[in-house]
């Protein structure tokens, strides 16, 4: 089957140079690297789950710092002054908002 493939310029050079070095076309490289990633997916180990329990123990701001708690309200998403805020305000003994 035929198909076209957009590569970014940087790849396709280093893609081509490959290929010459190996005295292989461009496509039967491109092929062979396919192939090769499709069988390492089929050979790789499954991975457990990671246990993500603790994050339910983090505050808000620090999930959301972690993208596990993005705000759902309109609000913009904190930045690392934001944190910082929040750190002081927390350490200074005046508790967190």
Do not use: C
Request: hydrophobic residues 35%; negative net charge; without cysteine.
């Amino acid at each position: 089957m035929k198909t076209s493939l957009d590569f970014p310029d940087p790849l396709f050079r280093q893609l081509k140079a490959q290929a010459a070095l190996q005295g292989s076309s461009l496509k039967n490289l491109v092929v062979s690297f396919v192939e090769r990633g499709l069988r390492d997916i089929q050979t790789a180990p499954a991975t457990p789950p990671q246990d993500r329990s603790w994050e339910d123990q983090l505050d808000p701001f620090t999930k959301s710092l972690l993208g596990a708690a993005l705000p759902t309200d309109g609000r913009p998403t904190p930045t690392m002054d934001d944190y910082h805020a929040y750190l002081e305000k927390k350490h200074l003994g005046q508790g967190a908002s």
